[in-house]
């Protein structure tokens, strides 16, 4: 049973997380709503914005309910306005019903990641595997369903499965109360320093990511012109491999925390600068982008772990402030990305990632070397 309560959590949050993917369709969006690339990306990005800011608040305010009947909600109204953002043509009230449900996935995903810390706390990783398999994994189906068949077959394919995490939560996820502890006592758990270090640490790590990660299929398709389907395919494998990124990276952290986050930011740099070096030799792109999955996978379970590590006391708290920094953070990476291609050249994305990614290592220094037995 607790197997079952586990991947239908995962499925919660594979479903919502898929809704990042659409950053590869920025090209897409930018023809079917007839706009320029930098409201594109907006277009694309806000999702990530919008619930990095409701991340902020709504999971401590909605932390008193009960979770099934959250998870359920936020579902329903997900795949609701997904299917309306089917038949929507116009730029501005289809950006309402993309920021809708982006207001309200804190709640899903953190109520998911709650109720699986509390009934079987090992098996956490496997639901933080639902939220980049979402973003990673469903960057490649979302990919080619646009590029392949248009825009509104990526919107389908999100108020699909939806429905289905939603019949997957009915069935198998229990009841779960919520959090008594007060509000205000729950954010108090914020002011450390060992707290503010992380969260600059994730944050220009997670920026650094975004800049080049969200425009890769947008550089494979344009600039290396590579067609469709081995678009999808090259999208699919790194979507799969980002996948032993999240496990291989849970297993390091168990093994030795300090030098897996440490080692993260200085390894991933690297590989962004020998990718961006190598990225017109077919041979090496695809051997690179392979590598930079696995990094990439690594992401969000690196990011987890160090946010909760530093607010142990408050888990619903702690994972609002996870989703708050790895999606504002994918926001403005994309904003960014979207600025270097409209002012510079989409080359130069690479250089940007790799100037966030050093300015990350100060901060997981000053954290290992005054903090070094966090759990």
Partial sequence: ?????????????????????LVGLISVIQVYFNVSIYFASLYASIFAGTLGVSSLFLPALFSHFEKKKLILAVLLIT???????????DYYIALIFRIIPAFFYPIAVTSALTIVGKISPNDTNKVVLGISAGSILGLSITSYLGLSHGYQSAMIWYCAINVVAFILTYLFVPNFEGNKEPI???????KSKLFLITILYVYFMVVGISITYNFIPTYLAEVTKMNAEFLFITLLLMGL?????????GYLIRKNANWAILFYPIGFAAIIFVLGTFVRMPFMQFCILMIFSIFDGSAYTVSQYCVTSSVRQSPEF?????????NTSIFIGTM???MIIDVIDMTYIFFGSIIFMVLSIPFVLIRIKKYPNVE
């Fill in 1 to 21: 049973m607790v197997k079952k309560i586990v991947w239908s959590l995962a499925a919660v949050c594979f479903a919502m997380s898929t809704l990042l993917s």
């Fill in 184 to 190: 205000a006592l729950q954010v108090s758990h914020a």
């Fill in 318 to 326: 702690a994972n609002g402030i996870f989703l708050l920094l790895c």
């Fill in 336 to 338: 960014i990305g979207g």
């Fill in 79 to 89: 795949a609701v306005c997904n299917l309306l953002d089917i038949f929507m043509t």
């Fill in 241 to 249: 491999i980002s996948l032993v990124g999240t496990t291989l990276s």
